[in-house]
């Protein structure tokens, strides 16, 4: 078997689960970390809950500059 | 157009886009509107003041972060006791779902319905409450979705150092809404 062609096992594949989720792991590792999921019930629902948890952080707290603010910027650089 | 007119009209291009962003950290790290406000006007002023050291072409959002990260330095962290310790665990970043494969739900809710119930308040709740050590990492790298090189950048900190911070801070961030769900009865723990 070739290093392309390696297969992640589940311990691996959990160690490298939030670089994944992050984008931060190699094109390689990317495919055969999705190999290993396609496959393996248990690291799917383990990547998905980790997926579904970090969205729910990204979307917890939006909030959004006020227009006034954003006058006021653009008023403080009016030369 | 003269030199600076340039200058200035391709600053606020870049900058512009990015005031939600800015007065969004800026707030979850200050929690008043008056401080975030105080403090994207001052970061954007440093950051004009500081444009020519700008390298074009380079991440103008890092850049500015950096800058929004280090206005608020003083002020933030004052309040600050000092940053949270805790033991570090190499699968504390795991601690919710570990939980909750341990734990019964009420009206069989699986460990995705749980995060449902999570969603909103409880987080918000929870991101307040943890360090601002903590929370100043989790906005950078889930909400704001920097890369770990990027934070490094903005955090003046090894790559090494994101990576294990923000672990502990995902896993205090858990624990926290862990209790938020057995407080709220999302799930009842059989321990």
Known sequence: MNEKTEMLNCKEVIKKLYDFLADEITVEDVLKFKTHIEKCGHCNEVTLFHKKLKEIVKNSTKETASEELKRRILASFEK | ?191
């Open chain 2, 1 to 191: 157009m003269r030199k600076e007119e340039i200058t200035h009209e391709k600053f606020l291009e870049l900058a512009m886009p990015l005031v939600d962003s800015l007065y969004s950290t800026a707030f979850r790290m200050t929690g008043k509107k008056m401080d975030a406000e105080d403090l994207v006007q001052e970061a954007l002023l440093k950051a004009y003041g500081a444009f020519d050291r700008f390298q074009e072409g380079t991440n103008f959002k890092a850049w500015i972060f950096k800058i929004l990260v280090n206005a608020g330095i003083s002020n933030y962290r004052k309040k600050s006791v000092r940053p949270q310790t805790s033991s570090y665990d190499e699968f504390e970043e795991y601690y919710l779902y570990r939980k909750l494969n341990k734990t019964q739900s009420y009206d069989s809710l699986n460990k995705f319905d749980v995060l449902d119930e999570l969603f909103g308040d409880d987080v918000k709740k929870s991101l307040e409450t943890i360090s601002e050590q903590f929370r100043e990492i989790i906005i950078l790298a889930d909400i704001e979705e920097f890369s770990y090189k990027e934070i490094a950048e903005i955090l003046e900190i090894p790559i090494g150092t994101v990576m294990s911070r923000l672990s502990r801070a995902r896993g205090t961030l858990q624990k926290l809404l862990w209790e938020f769900a057995k407080e709220n009865g999302y799930v009842r723990s059989k321990e």
